[in-house]
């Protein structure tokens, strides 16, 4: 009861009440099938006796054979029943058959409860796995892999769900069933029905051995499983460039080789399930047929009733016929247990620091930044990485700024922005807002102040109206069109069936990439916040889009408010206002750039040149663009040969 099955299966003991009425209705159901098994034997004993007895003559043999400790049918009750052997016959009938649909009645009621408990305890995990992954910290995320997380939170909470309905459903009918036609075994010729107990170790030293190879096998399964799903899910994501390339059958072929591998360790799983249930039947035949044979030389031998040994044996036929299904139940658990183990990795990795979940502690609030920006000698290098990402940079960025970063692909500028919203945590150094160390406050209150626009935009399936909306709290519907006007997505939007209601695919599917930038710039804009970081946001908007969002962007950098109240005229429209929030005036926004057009790149306060990857990503040089033509080789180089030239206003 020690494995990694029983803590989760303890969880369904929080539905008390209902696990009482199960456990109930198991028993009750159980106690009709024990007593229809006693009630056959009048009915042998008057089939087989040349002298039938009535009802009356039966229930005084009855008392004769109850224990002394037991009560005992009451003398009015046994004056006034039947005296005819056919009406004795007939009400035995009857009442075997009104024991039948009681316990239908409750082995129904047994299950139903019972499938209510395991939904819901399946259910609750379900929903603390998937707590756990969205607050997991994005470095593990990353090195896990998503597919991993995904498996775990849904096949592996599935598979537990399997093994509570083997436990708390099939096995406690099953074994109540069984002990029933067991006590009634007893009743009939004790010497018999304890002649089969002597199977019993033998058997659980079977099971035992099978259940450790089934959970073993099981776990390197759940582990192939979950590479099944990962590269399944890689190919349907980035399936136009499957095609393009003509590679189907080239990923077909992978899928196949850990497809065969998935099969390879189920096999394992079913070798050893396959084994349990002869196994166990060959046992209990032999232990059976060996009773038998002691039984008929007993009553050979006048030492044994005939009818009594007969019906002990049926009872003993009977009970290990409920029994029976106990092995598959037992291996669906110890497959479960792999599936429990899995989820209790999951659960016991480390939440994300900052915040005031997993026993840590409550950080103060970060207030609204209005000074400056700091990384003090930042270094990160990523998990399986033999080359820092960054490698000791330093850099203060004053509020109010506007910051771009340039250099070659990999050279850390996407990750030396992370570390502001605490995507990722620096191996060694600070990031300090407000000359304040952001480990040292809250999470939650430090992601307020900043919104983050990158190149790769993440819609929802949702409407254009929530996807806007998303994460900014207490906005009115002219805050809405207000940030979609200003990101100059209104003009798409309102062409869209339902303008915006019009309901987003999965992935963003029904919008170019262009227009799904704008709702995320849209996005960006409504959550009005001290630090802006666009990161390729605009990669996929034509020049002309991309400099009339560069002005609306500079205009709300500086702006003192971008939001006045709900109902205060019109968004930004052709000589119009911005509508917008009443709110305190704000002393403008640090606005950080990663852009790929010069347009862009020269509007800034000031250039961050990162050097190539090679050298440990450090900065080159900082400057504005006239500073660094005349004195950075490498800025030289990027203007002549990675940066777009598009004329600022074209």
């Given at each position: 009861m020690n494995g990694p099955f029983w803590p989760y299966a303890r969880r369904m003991l929080r539905y008390r009440w209902q696990v009482a009425l199960a456990l109930l209705c198991a028993t009750l159901s159980a106690g009709g099938l024990g007593a229809g098994l006693l009630g056959i034997q009048p009915v042998v004993d008057n089939l087989l006796s040349d002298s039938p007895r009535g009802l009356s003559a039966l229930a005084e043999g009855l008392n004769a054979r109850i224990p002394e400790w037991l009560p005992k049918i009451p003398d009015p009750w046994i004056g006034a029943l039947p005296t005819e052997p056919f009406t004795a016959m007939l009400w035995i009938v009857v009442g075997l058959g009104v024991l039948t649909i009681l316990g239908a009645t409750f082995n129904f009621l047994h299950a139903y409860f019972a499938l209510t408990i395991i939904s819901r305890t399946v259910a609750n995990l379900r929903r603390e796995a998937f707590n756990r992954v969205v607050h997991l910290p994005l470095k593990i995320v990353l090195q896990t892999g998503p597919s991993d997380l995904i498996s775990r939170i849904v096949y592996d909470t599935s598979q537990l769900g399997s093994g509570f309905n083997a436990l708390l459903s099939r096995a406690v009918a099953q074994i109540t069933k069984g002990a029933a036609a067991a006590a009634a075994a007893l009743f009939f010729d004790w010497r018999v029905a304890l002649g089969a107990i002597v199977a019993a170790p033998v058997l659980a030293i079977i099971l035992r051995k099978i259940g450790k190879r089934i959970r073993r096998a099981s776990r390197k399964a759940l582990e192939a499983q979950a590479g099944l799903y990962k590269?399944?899910?890689?190919?349907?994501?980035?399936?136009?460039?499957?095609?393009?390339?003509?590679?189907?059958?080239?990923?077909?072929?992978?899928?196949?080789?850990?497809?065969?591998?998935?099969?390879?360790?189920?096999?394992?799983?079913?070798?050893?399930?396959?084994?349990?249930?002869?196994?166990?039947?060959?046992?209990?035949?032999?232990?059976?047929?060996?009773?038998?044979?002691?039984?008929?030389?007993?009553?050979?031998?006048?030492?044994?009733?005939?009818?009594?040994?007969?019906?002990?044996?049926?009872?003993?036929?009977?009970?290990?016929?409920?029994?029976?299904?106990?092995?598959?139940?037992?291996?669906d658990i110890q497959q479960a247990s792999a599936a429990g183990r899995r989820l209790t990795d999951l659960l016991s990795m480390p939440a994300e620091p900052g915040h005031?979940?997993?026993?840590?502690?409550?950080?103060?609030?970060?207030?609204?930044?209005?000074?400056?920006?700091?990384?003090?000698d930042v270094a990160l290098t990523y998990p399986g990485s033999d080359r820092p990402a960054l490698g000791g940079i330093s850099l203060t960025i004053p509020h109010g700024k506007t910051f771009a970063f340039v250099g070659p692909n990999g050279c850390g500028k996407t990750t030396l922005l992370a570390l502001i919203p605490r995507l990722f945590d620096p191996d060694y150094g600070q990031v300090r807002i407000d000359d304040r160390d952001i480990r040292e406050v809250s999470v939650r209150s430090l992601r307020e102040h900043i919104s983050v626009v990158t190149q790769e935009t993440i819609l929802?399936?949702?409407?254009?109206?929530?996807?806007?909306?998303?994460?900014?709290?207490?906005?009115?519907?002219?805050?809405?069109?207000?940030?979609?006007?200003?990101?100059?997505?209104?003009?798409?939007?309102?062409?869209?069936?339902?303008?915006?209601?019009?309901?987003?695919?999965?992935?963003?599917?029904?919008?170019?990439?262009?227009?799904?930038?704008?709702?995320?710039?849209?996005?960006?804009?409504?959550?009005?916040?001290?630090?802006?970081?666009?990161?390729?946001?605009?990669?996929?908007?034509?020049?002309?889009?991309?400099?009339?969002?560069?002005?609306?962007?500079?205009?709300?950098?500086?702006?003192?408010?971008?939001?006045?109240?709900?109902?205060?005229?019109?968004?930004?429209?052709?000589?119009?206002?911005?509508?917008?929030?009443?709110?305190?005036?704000?002393?403008?926004?640090?606005?950080?750039?990663?852009?790929?057009?010069?347009?862009?790149?020269?509007?800034?306060?000031?250039?961050?040149?990162?050097a190539p990857s090679d050298s440990g990503g450090a900065i080159a040089d900082i400057g504005t663009h006239d500073e660094l033509l005349t004195r950075c080789d490498l800025y030289r180089s990027l203007v002549a040969n990675q940066l777009v030239r598009v004329p600022v206003n074209s």
């Amino acid at each position: 009861m020690n494995g990694p099955f029983w803590p989760y299966a303890r969880r369904m003991l929080r539905y008390r009440w209902q696990v009482a009425l199960a456990l109930l209705c198991a028993t009750l159901s159980a106690g009709g099938l024990g007593a229809g098994l006693l009630g056959i034997q009048p009915v042998v004993d008057n089939l087989l006796s040349d002298s039938p007895r009535g009802l009356s003559a039966l229930a005084e043999g009855l008392n004769a054979r109850i224990p002394e400790w037991l009560p005992k049918i009451p003398d009015p009750w046994i004056g006034a029943l039947p005296t005819e052997p056919f009406t004795a016959m007939l009400w035995i009938v009857v009442g075997l058959g009104v024991l039948t649909i009681l316990g239908a009645t409750f082995n129904f009621l047994h299950a139903y409860f019972a499938l209510t408990i395991i939904s819901r305890t399946v259910a609750n995990l379900r929903r603390e796995a998937f707590n756990r992954v969205v607050h997991l910290p994005l470095k593990i995320v990353l090195q896990t892999g998503p597919s991993d997380l995904i498996s775990r939170i849904v096949y592996d909470t599935s598979q537990l769900g399997s093994g509570f309905n083997a436990l708390l459903s099939r096995a406690v009918a099953q074994i109540t069933k069984g002990a029933a036609a067991a006590a009634a075994a007893l009743f009939f010729d004790w010497r018999v029905a304890l002649g089969a107990i002597v199977a019993a170790p033998v058997l659980a030293i079977i099971l035992r051995k099978i259940g450790k190879r089934i959970r073993r096998a099981s776990r390197k399964a759940l582990e192939a499983q979950a590479g099944l799903y990962k590269a399944a899910n890689e190919v349907l994501a980035g399936l136009r460039v499957v095609k393009v390339h003509t590679t189907e059958t080239a990923e077909c072929g992978r899928f196949h080789r850990i497809n065969k591998d998935v099969v390879h360790q189920e096999f394992r799983v079913r070798t050893a399930r396959a084994l349990a249930s002869p196994l166990i039947e060959t046992i209990a035949i032999i232990v059976l047929g060996a009773l038998a044979l002691i039984a008929v030389k007993a009553i050979l031998d006048g030492a044994l009733d005939k009818t009594n040994a007969l019906l002990a044996l049926g009872s003993l036929g009977m009970a290990a016929a409920q029994l029976k299904p106990l092995t598959g139940l037992l291996n669906d658990i110890q497959q479960a247990s792999a599936a429990g183990r899995r989820l209790t990795d999951l659960l016991s990795m480390p939440a994300e620091p900052g915040h005031a979940t997993g026993g840590q502690p409550s950080l103060p609030k970060l207030p609204r930044p209005s000074r400056s920006i700091e990384f003090r000698d930042v270094a990160l290098t990523y998990p399986g990485s033999d080359r820092p990402a960054l490698g000791g940079i330093s850099l203060t960025i004053p509020h109010g700024k506007t910051f771009a970063f340039v250099g070659p692909n990999g050279c850390g500028k996407t990750t030396l922005l992370a570390l502001i919203p605490r995507l990722f945590d620096p191996d060694y150094g600070q990031v300090r807002i407000d000359d304040r160390d952001i480990r040292e406050v809250s999470v939650r209150s430090l992601r307020e102040h900043i919104s983050v626009v990158t190149q790769e935009t993440i819609l929802f399936s949702t409407s254009i109206r929530e996807n806007i909306a998303y994460g900014a709290s207490s906005v009115t519907e002219a805050d809405i069109r207000a940030a979609a006007k200003l990101a100059r997505a209104e003009e798409f939007i309102l062409a869209k069936p339902g303008g915006y209601d019009f309901v987003v695919g999965e992935g963003g599917s029904g919008l170019s990439g262009g227009q799904r930038q704008r709702i995320a710039i849209a996005r960006a804009i409504l959550r009005d916040p001290a630090i802006l970081i666009l990161d390729e946001a605009t990669s996929m908007i034509d020049a002309e889009s991309e400099a009339k969002i560069a002005d609306a962007v500079a205009e709300f950098v500086a702006g003192s408010r971008v939001f006045r109240s709900a109902g205060e005229g019109a968004a930004h429209g052709a000589g119009g206002e911005i509508a917008a929030r009443a709110g305190p005036a704000r002393s403008g926004r640090t606005c950080l750039i990663v852009a790929h057009r010069l347009s862009t790149v020269i509007a800034a306060d000031a250039i961050v040149v990162m050097a190539p990857s090679d050298s440990g990503g450090a900065i080159a040089d900082i400057g504005t663009h006239d500073e660094l033509l005349t004195r950075c080789d490498l800025y030289r180089s990027l203007v002549a040969n990675q940066l777009v030239r598009v004329p600022v206003n074209s």
